[in-house]
């Protein structure tokens, strides 16, 4: 009896004194795992992987995100036809696309060329998103739940939002309804364009 109160007493003991630093540990891990989340969205939206990007994300938005493509980003030509080329090439200049590439898309939207015109506005798009960083900050996890600010910075524009996370079968996603806009700030031209 006496061995069975003292070993009950060890284990009560050991599990006091493992207890917090066991919950500590714990946080760590979830917030890395929140952190990998963001870099893995970001390597994906860089490279204009939708349907990896859903793969980051709840099973609530996961259909959302993975149905879009990257076309659905691209505004149609009929909207930009009546842009000039000083126009175009203002808006490529600051957002950071390189003078090639803002020529053939130049050219496609003049020649009313629609094939030619996704595949330069791809290209922009790739060349822009390619300078972006992006920074998590204030990960306040309460399982299942988490939230975390992200910060996304390029081309003289800062796009600010709190993302929302879940875990679903133990692994954390990125719960954060896809229309939900961030606040941005910087080059007035970009931030119209982005809002």
């Known amino acids: 009896m006496k061995k069975r109160?003292?070993?009950?007493?060890?284990?009560?003991l050991a599990a006091a004194l493992s207890g917090p630093a066991a919950l500590a540990a714990a946080?760590?891990?979830?917030?890395?795992q929140i952190r990998d989340i963001v870099a893995g969205e970001a390597a994906a939206i860089k490279s204009l992987?939708?349907?990896?990007?859903?793969?980051?994300?709840c099973d609530k938005f996961r259909g959302v995100v993975a149905s879009?493509?990257?076309?659905?980003?691209?505004?149609?030509?009929?909207?930009?036809?009546?842009?000039?080329?000083?126009?175009?090439?203002?808006?490529?200049?600051?957002?950071?696309?390189?003078?090639?590439?803002?020529?053939?898309?130049?050219?496609?939207?003049?020649n009313n060329d629609d094939k030619?015109?996704?595949?330069?506005?791809?290209?922009?798009?790739r060349e822009v998103l390619s300078g972006v960083t992006y920074n998590v900050s204030d990960v306040?996890?309460?399982?299942?739940?988490?939230?975390?600010?992200?910060?996304?910075?390029?081309?003289d524009v800062t796009a600010n939002q709190q993302r929302e996370f879940v875990q679903e079968n133990g692994k954390w996603?990125?719960?954060?309804?896809?229309?939900?806009?961030?606040q941005t700030s910087g080059n007035p031209l970009l931030t119209s364009l982005l809002n």
């Open 140 to 155: 306040n996890v309460t399982a299942p739940t988490a939230t975390a600010d992200v910060t996304a910075q390029g081309h």
């Open 5 to 12: 109160l003292v070993s009950a007493g060890v284990i009560a």
């Open 68 to 110: 879009k493509t990257a076309d659905d980003q691209i505004p149609p030509l009929s909207q930009v036809a009546g842009y000039g080329p000083q126009m175009i090439s203002a808006v490529a200049s600051a957002a950071g696309v390189s003078g090639p590439t803002t020529q053939a898309l130049t050219t496609a939207i003049q």
């Open 27 to 32: 946080a760590p891990a979830d917030e890395q």
């Open 49 to 57: 992987d939708n349907a990896k990007l859903s793969t980051f994300f």
């Open 173 to 182: 996603k990125d719960c954060t309804d896809p229309e939900k806009r961030a």
């Open 116 to 125: 030619a015109y996704r595949s330069s506005f791809h290209n922009a798009a």
